[in-house]
């Protein structure tokens, strides 16, 4: 599976941005696809998440109300609407899926078999 993320930019704080991850090559139906950051000088972050087959997704407490994870099977693309962006969401922002879910586990990187390259976000003023 390749990953390629899109849609990172510059915005100021309160805006909104729309993360794109387009996925080739087999996935599953049972897999999981991911959305994690990593801000400057900080470890990478776990974001978000979401099973292929919609049945869970989950959300950092930083993010619960403000990005919304959301998927196209038909399309193979995991998207994250964010909103309110903060100035502490300047991020890389990394897509990560695999073709299985385990439950208690899909918040930790060593979950994901694959990573798209990132996409820079920035929120200043």
């Known amino acids: 599976v390749q990953l390629q993320a899109s849609g990172g930019g510059l915005v100021q704080p309160g805006m909104s941005l729309r993360l794109s991850c387009a996925a080739s090559?087999?996935?599953?139906?049972?897999?999981?696809g991911a959305w994690f950051r990593q801000a400057p000088g900080k470890e990478r972050e776990f974001v978000a998440m979401?099973?292929?087959?919609?049945?869970?997704?989950l959300y950092a407490d930083s993010v619960k109300g403000r990005f919304t994870i959301s998927k196209d099977n038909a399309k193979n693309t995991l998207y994250l609407q964010m909103k309110s962006l903060k100035v502490e969401d300047t991020a890389v922002y990394y897509c990560?899926?695999?073709?299985?879910?385990?439950?208690?586990?899909?918040?930790?990187?060593?979950?994901?078999?694959?990573w798209g390259q990132g996409t820079q976000v920035t929120v200043s003023s």
């Open positions: 090559g087999r996935t599953s139906s049972n897999g999981v």
């Open positions: 979401i099973r292929w087959n919609g049945a869970r997704i």
């Open positions: 990560a899926a695999d073709t299985v879910y385990v439950a208690g586990r899909m918040t930790q990187i060593s979950s994901y078999d694959y």
